[in-house]
């Protein structure tokens, strides 16, 4: 058994908490899985993994997983530095994406770059949850929002505004609030990686302050979040590539516009060991040309509010 192939294994195991949902990321059988485990075990001499309910590492198990992701990322590194002096586009690129952005956005524009190197095989992985690109196994990721690890290198495709936004017929009933020191007074429709406490942080005379909102709905999906902001259960701060098609359908009403929250860039990350990699310029260079700077959601919206098509009720 090729001992990279172990590793590999060994490495998807880990990440994904079981043989099982490893057997589906390989793409082989769960058997086959368990089998390259035992060898790997057997022939180190020592148990890498507590099997239980819970599948946990051991001591060995940790040390082996984090130094088997160094050497395979330093592997990929040399070959794609051999890669880079032709300018060929090859291999395999592990890459992970925000899932509400990759369901309306990412996955037809990811199909036709495939097309357009056949030779590359991608894994794609769509999860909101944060991947950690120095200790997980993945070539780049698509982030959204404000980026704070300076040790990666990143380069922005599109902004990523956020428009604070309420149904006409919310805003009919329980009247439009002028400033956000009005919000107390409203329900809010809260996702909880950002408002994990149901507060607002929103840019007043430019600094960032906590408005209180009443919480009424906490969710992690974006698109949650639009469904009931169209039903007219309460205000939600939603960004552009979600809210575009409602605003637009006159679904839903942008207001507050001036304290609007930046919602920063969309952007995609990597390792500064991999800035020579000619898969991930091609990568990047490719969803930048195809969404665009302003993108087509932006222009959208914009053209909807220069041109007053919402029609929303007068505050009371």
């Not at 485990?37 to 060995?60: H, P, Y």
């Not at 149901?198 to 979040?225: A, C, E, H, K």
Request: hydrophobic share 40%; proline share 5%.
């Amino acid at each position: 058994m090729n001992q990279f192939i172990e590793m590999q294994t060994y490495i998807a195991i880990v990440e994904a908490g079981s043989i099982t949902e490893a057997a589906k990321r390989v793409g082989t059988t769960k058997s086959v899985i368990s089998q390259r485990m035992q060898q790997l075990e057997k022939r180190l001499g020592v148990s890498l993994i507590n099997r239980g309910r819970i599948m946990t590492l051991t001591d060995a198990g940790q040390e082996f997983y984090h130094r088997s992701i160094q050497l395979l990322a330093e592997l990929t590194e040399i070959e794609d530095s051999v890669r880079s002096t032709h300018f060929s586009v090859t291999g395999s690129l592990r890459i992970a994406v925000p899932l509400a952005f990759s369901l309306q956005y990412l996955a037809p524009h990811m199909a036709e770059f495939m097309q357009m190197y056949p030779d590359l095989r991608l894994d794609i992985e769509s999860t909101d949850s944060f991947v950690n690109l120095n200790e997980q196994n993945y070539d780049v990721a698509i982030r959204m929002g404000q980026l704070t690890d300076s040790s990666l290198i990143s380069k922005t495709i599109a902004p990523n505004h956020h428009y604070i936004c309420a149904s006409p017929a919310y805003l009919e009933k329980y009247g439009i609030p002028q400033h956000p020191n009005e919000l107390y007074q409203h329900q809010g429709l809260l996702y909880i990686a950002r408002e994990p406490h149901g507060m607002w942080q929103l840019p007043v005379d430019g600094q960032y302050q906590s408005f209180r909102i009443q919480s009424y709905l906490r969710t992690d999906n974006g698109y949650q979040l639009l469904e009931a902001a169209k039903l007219g259960l309460g205000l939600a701060i939603l960004p552009g590539f979600i809210a575009s098609e409602a605003i637009c359908n006159k679904e839903i009403c942008v207001i507050l516009q001036e304290y609007s929250p930046s919602g920063g860039n969309i952007s995609a990350v990597y390792r500064a060991s991999k800035r020579a990699s000619p898969k991930i310029h091609a990568l990047t260079n490719f969803l930048i040309e195809k969404i665009g700077n302003p993108p087509s959601w932006e222009l959208n919206i914009q053209h909807a509010l220069s041109t007053s098509i919402q029609e929303t009720p007068r505050s009371s």
